[in-house]
Every structure is written in C-alpha cells, then in structure tokens.
C-alpha cells in the first residue's frame, strides 16, 4: 500500500495527521497483520477520531477493537474468517477488510447471530438462512466492494462512494 497517498488524503479530509499504531496497541487484532495492507493501515493510516467517509464512519483503533470484541455484531461472527470491520454505516452494517484475501466487503449487522446466518439473496430478492458459520456461508451473505484495499480507501476518503454505500445501507 502507498502509505504516504492514503494519510495525504486523510489529512486533506480532516486537517490531522493520521494516527500511528505500534504493535502493542494492535495486539488485539493482532492475527490481520499477517496481511500486509491490513497492517500497514492499521498501523500509518488510522484516523485520530471518527470520521465521515463517503455517507460511512470511518473508524480509529479503539472503535475498530470495541466493533470486534466479542458479541459486536458483525465483527465478532466474521472476525474468526478473517474479516476487519473498519467503518461502519448509519444503519450499524458495516465495511470489512479480509485478511486472507485483501479484498473489501460490505457486511449487514443483521445477518449475523448465534443461531444463524441471514441475508436477502440479490440476484432472486430471497432471504436464505444458513445455520452453519462457515468460509464459504459467510461469503454468501457478503457484498464485494473492492478486489483492492488501497484503490477502495482512496475512493471511500475522496467520498466517492457514497451512492454506492447508501444504496446498500
């Protein structure tokens, strides 16, 4: 990732520097650093608070952590699959790095719980209802955003993606 192209941006958005992140700090999500853009997002390009990105909020550390503590819906049931929340939307869904694959998803708060995994299918408008949490049944109940996790922060800081957003929102 072009570290220094994603907190230009950020600073031109928010007038700060964005906010640096040692190893330490990130212990907690420790297993997403494995991901090379994952980590050096987390720890160059975080902001210092949260903002508003395309119609989204985009998350610091700490919000980003209490998104994926245990019980936080989505975070808690996707994180053992490899997916960050790192923004959040008005309506509590939320944006999701992947850290196997570095791609982006959209990620609907409701879809997810103890018993099962729920989600309208968008190609039939049908609500399937998947009661086992696996890789694959988790993907199903996702939206791709971006194969690209910098080319996707560059839109979503430059507010290009709010139609977009709203639309899944």
Not at 25 to 54: K, N, T, W
Request: glycine share 8%.
């Amino acid at each position: 990732m072009n570290v220094s192209n994603i907190q230009n941006i950020l600073i031109r958005k928010t007038g700060r520097k964005p906010k640096a992140s040692t190893d330490a700090a990130l212990a907690s999500l420790a297993g997403f650093l494995e991901q090379h853009e994952i980590a050096d997002y987390l720890r160059y390009c975080l902001p210092e608070e949260v903002i508003e990105a395309s119609g989204a909020r985009v998350l610091p550390l700490s919000a980003i952590q209490e998104e994926m503590a245990e019980g936080a819906a989505p975070g808690s049931f996707v994180r053992p699959f490899g997916y960050l929340v790192v923004a959040t939307s008005i309506g509590g869904n939320a944006v999701c790095f992947h850290s196997p694959s570095g791609k982006v998803f959209w990620v609907d708060h409701v879809s997810f719980n103890t018993k099962c995994i729920s989600f309208k299918d968008r190609a039939t408008g049908q609500w399937k209802y998947l009661y086992e949490y696996t890789p694959g049944n988790v993907q199903k109940a996702l939206v791709p955003l971006s194969d690209n996790i910098e080319n996707f922060l560059g839109d979503l800081l430059a507010d290009r993606l709010t139609k977009q957003l709203e639309a899944l929102d």
